[in-house]
């Protein structure tokens, strides 16, 4: 009775306390690591869980502690995702070559269609759905947050595919939450907000992660994943 009383002072139902279900656990790991629930898909070691575009391994060089695009091809993860939370690390070069997109482009697709622009930003001017930062030729970062030339840098994204709503016809557009070294540079946009049919042909529940080579040095460490 009185914890009822206390309760329902406070403004808190009491079956409330007794109808929450134990929360599941995750570890969130060291600033190094990973959560425990995420896949990770690349630990500086090896590309084991990727593929090249014909399908056999992944030829990026690897070694110490990142993956290099070399001019193989862009590499595909063996699995496939569709809502998730991911992390990836990257860095471009630190010798600065080209100007615009020919400096330091790489990219992070989602489901292979969607790209997430790795760019060497800093000081360099491009159009703004393409800088870093970007969803590429979508929607141009809120704030440059690059860092230098050569430096990490990471991605947290939160991406919801778009998808045929109930009724088969309409699409529910999904969006892109994206935070570029911390600072938030997508806030919720749509993934696909054209209402023409031509622009959903290719919806799919799930596709691969791909990192794009775009002919530069770009480099890679830990990229981890948590389908949501
Ligand atoms: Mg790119």
């Known amino acids: 009775m009185l914890v009822w009383l206390v309760a329902t002072l406070a403004g808190v139902a009491v079956t409330s306390f007794a109808?929450?279900?134990?929360?599941?656990?995750?570890?969130?790991?060291?600033?190094?690591?990973?959560p425990s629930?995420?896949?990770?898909?690349?630990?500086?070691?090896?590309?084991?869980?990727?593929?090249?575009?014909d399908g056999?391994?992944?030829?990026?060089?690897?070694?110490?502690?990142?993956a290099q695009v070399n001019g193989t091809g862009s590499i595909f993860t063996r699995q496939e995702f569709g809502a998730c939370q991911l992390h990836v690390e990257f860095a471009t070069p630190?010798?600065?070559?080209?100007?615009?997109?020919?400096?330091?482009?790489?990219?992070?697709?989602?489901?292979?269609?969607?790209?997430?622009?790795?760019?060497d930003g800093y000081h360099n001017k491009t159009y703004n759905d393409g800088q870093i930062g970007a969803f590429y030729g979508n929607f141009a970062?809120?704030?440059?947050?690059?860092?230098?030339?050569?430096?990490?840098?990471?991605?947290?994204?939160?991406?919801?595919p778009p998808k045929l709503a109930a009724d088969g016809k309409t699409v529910e557009p999904g969006?892109?939450?994206?935070?570029?070294n911390g600072v938030l540079v997508q806030d919720h946009v749509p993934v696909k907000s054209s209402t023409?049919?031509?622009?959903?042909?290719?919806?799919?529940?799930?596709g691969p992660l791909v990192l794009q080579d775009h002919g530069h040095p770009v480099r890679y460490r830990k990229v981890w994943i948590r389908p949501l």
């Open 141 to 160: 970062p809120l704030v440059n947050a690059a860092r230098k030339p050569g430096e990490w840098q990471a991605y947290d994204i939160v991406f919801h």
């Open 196 to 206: 023409t049919a031509a622009a959903f042909h290719d919806i799919v529940p799930k």
């Open 175 to 180: 969006s892109f939450t994206v935070l570029l």
């Open 56 to 66: 056999g391994p992944a030829r990026w060089k690897v070694e110490n502690g990142c």
């Open 37 to 53: 629930d995420a896949i990770v898909l690349f630990d500086g070691k090896d590309l084991s869980q990727w593929h090249a575009e």
């Open 19 to 34: 109808a929450d279900a134990d929360l599941k656990v995750v570890d969130p790991g060291t600033p190094d690591g990973a």
């Open 94 to 119: 630190a010798q600065v070559e080209g100007n615009g997109q020919d400096r330091g482009n790489s990219g992070v697709y989602l489901q292979g269609r969607y790209e997430m622009q790795v760019l």
